[in-house]
Structure formats: C-alpha cells, structure tokens
C-alpha cells in the first residue's frame, strides 16, 4: 500500500512537472512569436514614414525639375508599388517576404535615381524645403536599417527557441514556424562602380 502511495505521488509530482516545463515553453513561444510581430509592425512603420515624405519631395523636385517627368513618375509607381504589397504580421513567410522587400528594393532605387537627378539641379540643391525633406529621408533609411536589424534579431531569438530539442517537439505540436528574415538584396555585396 505505501509503495503505491509513492508511485502515484511520484508520477503526479512528473506530470506536474511536465505541465510546468510545457506551459512555460508554449508561453515563451507566444511571447517571442509577439516580439516577431511588434517588431514587424515597426518596419512597416518606418517604411511607411519613408513613403509618407516622397510625396512632398517629388513635388519639391517637381518644381525645379520639369524635365525630369520621367524619373518622378517612376518614383511615384514605385511608391504606389511599395505601399500597396503588405504582409500580415500572422502569415510571414519567405514567399510574401520577398515580395515586399522587391517593391521596397524597387523604390529605393526609383529615389536613388532621383537624387542623381537632383545633382543637375544647383538651385534645387539649395532649396531649404528640399534639403529638410532630403535630411528627413536619410534619417529615415537610417531607421529602417535599424528596425530592420532588430527584426531579423527578434526573428533569430525566435527561430533558435523554437528548433532547440526538446521544444522543437513542442513547436511542432503547437504550429510554431520559422519567421523568415530581412536579406540584402542581391548583389549588395559588390561595391557600386563610380564613373566621372
């Protein structure tokens, strides 16, 4: 009698135990996946933030610039590109990943061409409103270089909590996937040639 009184404290003393250690897991999944989530909402923040100013800057450009339709209509469409691809913080996935880091990388380079085209244009060089929005620009891609690091932190803490044995069992049981991560775009490691 008392050896089955110790088993059946034993196994509930285990199962307690295994209780304990799979709560904590599950809850420590949910908390990095939200962390993922928030994260994203911050890069879309910036990126948004970046868009919201092409617009003044295009009109800025505009005015000085009236033979260079070309170039700010394409930063426009690139513009409109960009702000029309968005990702659900719930469904991140490489496939929908790729997608809006292309309508990113696209504007990116729509505005870089413009700021070559400002080169031509002293006197737009000079204009205080330009140089605010251009000044405001740069701070702003400064931004999503951060947000962007901190995401694909966020993301590897994430990634590495759930594939670490045993709660790479538990992630599978719960549904818990890898985030997918922020890549340079192809051919950012070779330096740009500069010709005069």
């Not at 034993?10 to 304990?20: E, I, K, P, T």
């Not at 939200?34 to 890069?43: D, G, I, N």
């Not at 599978?172 to 010709?195: C, H, L, R």
Request: cysteine-free.
């Amino acid at each position: 009698m008392k050896k089955s009184w110790i088993i059946i404290i034993a196994v509930v003393v285990f199962l307690f135990l295994a209780y304990g250690w799979v709560k904590g897991a599950y809850n420590n999944m949910v908390n990095k996946s939200e962390a993922v989530k928030a994260q994203w909402s911050q890069v879309e923040n910036v990126y948004q933030r970046r868009a919201d100013l092409i617009p003044n800057l295009v009109n800025t450009v505009k005015g000085y610039a009236t033979h260079e339709k070309e170039t700010l209509e394409g930063v426009v469409e690139a513009r409109s590109k960009a702000t029309s691809v968005n990702i659900d913080a719930n469904h991140l996935n490489p496939q929908a990943m790729k997608q809006f880091q292309k309508a990113q990388d696209g504007l990116s380079q729509a505005l870089s061409r413009l700021m070559v085209v400002v080169e031509r244009y002293p006197d737009l060089k000079a204009n205080q409103n330009f140089l605010e929005l251009q000044a405001q620009l740069e701070g702003t891609e400064n931004r999503i270089a951060v947000e962007r690091r901190r995401f694909n932190q966020e993301t590897q803490a994430y990634n590495v909590y759930i594939k670490m044995f045993p709660r790479n069992i538990l992630a599978n049981m719960f549904g818990f996937t890898d985030k997918p991560y922020f890549k340079a775009v192809k051919g950012a490691e070779k330096a740009p040639q500069v010709k005069f």
